[in-house]
């Protein structure tokens, strides 16, 4: 993975810096970024616009993980943000990156969320529904401002991934519909008010998606519309945004294409189809998230107790879980990992992972092949970088782990460790 090896003590090293002396000097559960891999991954789509001479925006889905340090990578590596709450906004305030960088997301944006959007002057809003239209019109008219606005769309078009992960489909909780009108409907409203600016559509269709056909689809479905826009709304959009989605290998048998190849397609598509409609290619946006940060991320556990069920399994317990990475229970997510303190040993049998939790359910990887693992070895499980963190959670009142970048040997905490006091912080005694 990226640029980990295994140095002369046996030991993962990411970033040229030492694994297990990570885990000592910051305790685990510890989230570990591999920042040159980040680099080389947003590169990788900038450049593939680049090549192509089409004008783009690519904005890094900060869902994926985010907090300040992270706003603050994306920003020197060019990239726009795409935020989908006031909070993750906030954290891009508080991370000082230009705000006409930022693109706002949600398919439920509150007045608030909206109203410190159009204060900070964010780049646009991509307004989802015919209710967040009218609350976007109301905080402009407020604020005396004009905003560029995206529409999300939902292009019918179903992506194979897992059902929650998917979102193109017609029967979605996202978008207006582009087959029953709703549309049309949206753009009317939109080139009416004299506050928003309509620069383009929106379309996603998914998540962890290995094949270009689906984003090909969208780009078709949209084009079947846009002549029928120019000729009666008089719309012609300047943007197609095409989501983010773009796959990570996890485990082997994902065989996710690279970054630049998505790009390639969908610049391909688009411009056959801009030829054939007569009119100037629309800049093309994407928003990748995990693509951009999945697999450089790694968790680093300690091992802990273990259970022997003769003939049946072996459990090892690690000092996380479902607190730090929910994925395995929510989607029954498959993960890779091995022993970063014995990394030259060879596996002589297969462990399941189990976490901390009190649930049955929190076990982070099946039948893992490993050596045999004692306690206090340290496990690492790779590709944790994308919905790891940001998806972790204080179940069984567990402090969220900290995090950490390593590139060149060199180690910066951009997230501490909670702690108990932390926990408690919002609690109130009982006061009768
Ligand atoms: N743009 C929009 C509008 C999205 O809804 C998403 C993801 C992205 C971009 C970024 O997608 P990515 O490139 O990261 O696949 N928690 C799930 C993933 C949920 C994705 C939601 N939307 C998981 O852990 O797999």
């Avoid at 900060?62 to 603050?72: D, E, P, R």
């Avoid at 945004?241 to 610049?267: A, C, H, K, S, W």
């Avoid at 556990?301 to 022997?308: A, F, L, M, R």
Wanted: aromatic fraction near 10%; charged fraction near 25%; charge should be negative.
């Amino acid at each position: 993975h990226g640029s980990s090896q295994i140095n002369v003590h046996g030991h993962l090293e990411i970033g040229g810096v030492d694994t297990v002396a990570l885990a000592k000097e910051h305790g685990t559960p510890l989230f570990v970024y591999d920042v040159a891999l980040i680099r080389k991954k947003a590169a990788e789509f900038k450049e593939a616009f680049e090549k192509e001479q089409v004008p783009y925006q690519v904005a890094y889905a900060s869902k994926a993980f985010s907090c300040i340090a992270m706003y603050q990578l994306a920003n020197e590596l060019g990239l726009s943000f795409d935020v989908v709450s006031g909070g993750e906004l906030y954290t891009a305030i508080k991370a000082e990156v230009p705000m006409n960088k930022v693109h706002f997301h949600g398919n439920n944006k509150s007045p608030e969320e909206l109203d410190l959007a159009v204060k900070a002057g964010i780049g646009c809003v991509v307004v989802d529904n015919f209710y967040e239209m009218t609350l976007l019109e109301e905080t402009c008219v407020r604020h005396n401002k004009t905003m560029d606005v995206l529409l999300r769309i939902t292009p019918g078009v179903e992506a194979h991934t897992h059902d929650y992960i998917s979102t193109g489909q017609e029967d979605s909780k996202f978008g207006f519909d582009l087959t029953n009108g709703q549309v049309d409907q949206a753009i009317k409203q939109a080139l009416a008010s004299p506050h928003m600016n309509l620069l383009g559509v929106h379309s996603h269709i998914g998540s962890q998606i290995f094949e270009t056909k689906g984003f090909v689809m969208a780009v078709e479905k949209i084009f079947e519309y846009i002549e029928h826009w120019r000729t009666e709304l008089e719309f012609i959009p300047r943007v197609l945004n095409l989501g983010g989605g773009f796959g990570i290998r996890y485990v082997e048998g994902d065989e996710p294409l690279p970054g630049g190849e998505y790009v390639y397609q969908m610049i391909k598509v688009m411009k056959q189809y801009a030829e054939k409609a007569e009119m100037a290619l629309p800049e093309i946006w994407i928003e990748p998230g995990r693509s951009l940060v999945g697999d450089a991320g790694t968790t680093l556990y300690t091992v802990g107790s273990q259970k022997d069920i003769p003939n049946v399994r072996h459990y090892l317990a690690v000092d996380g879980g479902m607190s730090d990475n929910l994925r395995p229970s929510l989607y029954q997510a498959e993960y890779e990992g091995i022993l970063a303190n014995r990394a030259n040993e060879e596996a002589t049998d297969t462990f399941s992972i189990a976490g901390k939790c009190c649930e049955s359910g929190d076990m982070l990887i099946w039948d893992l092949p490993l050596p045999k693992a004692n306690h206090e070895d340290i496990l690492a499980v790779f590709c944790t970088g994308a919905y790891g963190y940001s998806m972790a959670n204080n179940y069984n009142r567990i402090p969220r782990p900290p995090v950490v970048f390593a590139e060149n040997g060199d180690v910066q905490l951009v997230v501490k460790r909670e702690d108990y006091e932390d926990l408690v912080r919002l609690d109130l005694p009982l006061s009768r």
